[in-house]
């Protein structure tokens, strides 16, 4: 894969003395027709949380953390692909999961946690600083292609196309982690969003997935909606802070109620 050649590669360029990224073509910085040119794209910038219900948010067909439900259309699996939903379906949940040690769910899910994002345009990039579990997202907007053999990721390598007033995002590389999704994915999954603004302070994403090996068809996630709140920071977020759960050696998950503050007695 990818990771194994790049990992060869700084060895050898640690042993010769050689720049490790020397393949790779310098791009340019930025001048200042590409600063002035963000001006004429729409304004994604700021604090942005989704839309409570009521408000085209959860409650008016927003995509679910777990995917379909609530009136959302199942996706077609392959044969092959349905067998392994059912086997899964089939086996019993652990209490010790990858969320309760605090690892963040993947793309999509990373994108409708009940906390806000930030979104920041420079030349070239898309950046979304997301509060839950202080991760960040790059989309390149540079003209790069896609990469043909991605180092699988929670949030996969993404790449960004201005259309008109829309940002089309297609990501590629995703490792096998929880991320929102209701079946079974493979490698060669695709996670298309395209971001709008039907107001000035309403953004909408949506979400498109297709699986040559897993979807007999394309399957849609909806339309997710964030209202911009134009005072907010971004706060900070520490999983591990404060972390009572443990799991005991039968695999039992448990809390620790007592006050770490307290004095003793």
Request: charged share 20%.
């Amino acid at each position: 894969m990818a990771g194994k050649i790049l990992f060869v590669v700084m060895a050898g360029a640690l042993i010769f003395g050689l720049p490790a990224m020397a393949q790779k073509p310098a791009r340019p910085a930025p001048a200042a027709a590409d600063w002035a040119a963000l001006a004429k794209l729409p304004d994604f910038n700021g604090v942005w949380e989704v839309a409570p219900p009521g408000a085209g948010g959860r409650g008016a067909g927003q995509p679910r953390a777990r995917g379909v439900s609530g009136g959302m259309a199942a996706p077609a699996l392959t044969p092959a692909y349905a067998a392994k939903a059912q086997a899964l379906a089939s086996q019993p949940k652990p209490e010790d999961n990858q969320s309760a040690n605090c690892l963040p769910p993947g793309t999509p899910a990373i994108m409708g946690q009940p906390y806000p994002i930030e979104i920041l345009l420079t030349p070239g990039q898309v950046t979304i600083v997301i509060e839950a579990y202080t991760q960040v997202r790059h989309i390149y907007t540079d003209g790069r292609p896609l990469p043909d053999d991605p180092d699988p990721t929670f949030f996969g390598t993404s790449v960004g196309r201005w259309e008109d007033n829309a940002l089309a995002v297609e990501t590629v590389g995703f490792a096998q982690v929880p991320r929102g999704l209701s079946f079974p994915y493979s490698d060669k999954m695709r996670i298309q969003e395209r971001f709008r603004l039907p107001d000035a302070d309403t953004l909408t994403v949506e979400t498109t997935v297709t699986d040559p090996e897993a979807l007999k068809t394309s399957f849609s996630m909806g339309t997710r909606t964030f209202k911009r709140h134009r005072n907010w920071t971004i706060a900070e977020y520490i999983c591990e802070e404060n972390n009572r759960n443990f799991v005991d050696e039968k695999g039992k998950a448990g809390i620790n109620l007592a006050n770490p503050e307290a004095s003793p007695r």
